[in-house]
């Protein structure tokens, strides 16, 4: 599909999870029609080192990331700062996971309402419990719920009980 439109001189962004498929697609698309331009994004990025490394060693133009902020959407910025300084900062406490949870919780209820909003929510409560003390537990007992508001009330139940560790420290 990429070759029929370099063909037709239509410019084009590609991606790719492996790095030399990526950089060998750019190079036989970049031949069939030297005028145009053909971008690559690099893939399945999931650590801020792991997008430094692919940036400086790929030549890529950009990065994609997907599944890996699953339940971390604060990787953005993590990968973000390390980019632009070399640091990495320090993990998310929290404090922090909860409240964006409880507004992430919020927004599926609003949008998918309260009928379905309970069910998608099970799979984003688990991906932001993932890797905490008794998340396991949680998450087994979480899905059992029935309501938005029994929902609520466990995920504050869970997380007040440890508002200032990092992530990293369970």
């Known amino acids: 599909c990429a070759a029929a439109l370099v063909r037709e001189g239509v410019n084009v962004v590609i991606t790719a999870r492996g790095d030399e498929a990526l950089q060998a697609t750019a190079a036989e698309l970049r031949a069939l029609n030297p005028a145009v331009q053909v971008r690559t994004v690099a893939g399945d990025i999931t650590t801020p080192e792991k997008a430094r490394h692919v940036l400086e060693t790929t030549g890529a133009d950009g990065i994609m990331i997907g599944r890996a902020a699953?339940?971390?959407?604060?990787?953005?910025?993590?990968?973000?700062?390390?980019?632009?300084?070399?640091?990495?900062?320090?993990?998310?406490?929290?404090?922090?996971?909860h409240g964006i949870l409880l507004a992430h919780l919020e927004d599926l209820y609003a949008f998918y309402g309260p009928e379905t909003g309970f069910k998608v929510a099970r799979k984003h409560i688990s991906w932001y419990s993932k890797g905490l003390r008794d998340g396991a537990a949680f998450r087994h007992r979480v899905n059992q719920l029935e309501t938005c508001e029994a929902q609520l009330t466990m995920v504050r139940e869970f997380f007040e009980y440890r508002p200032y560790v990092s992530i990293q420290q369970f």
């Open 70 to 97: 699953q339940g971390q959407p604060w990787l953005f910025r993590e990968i973000e700062h390390y980019l632009k300084t070399g640091e990495k900062l320090p993990p998310a406490q929290v404090v922090e996971i």
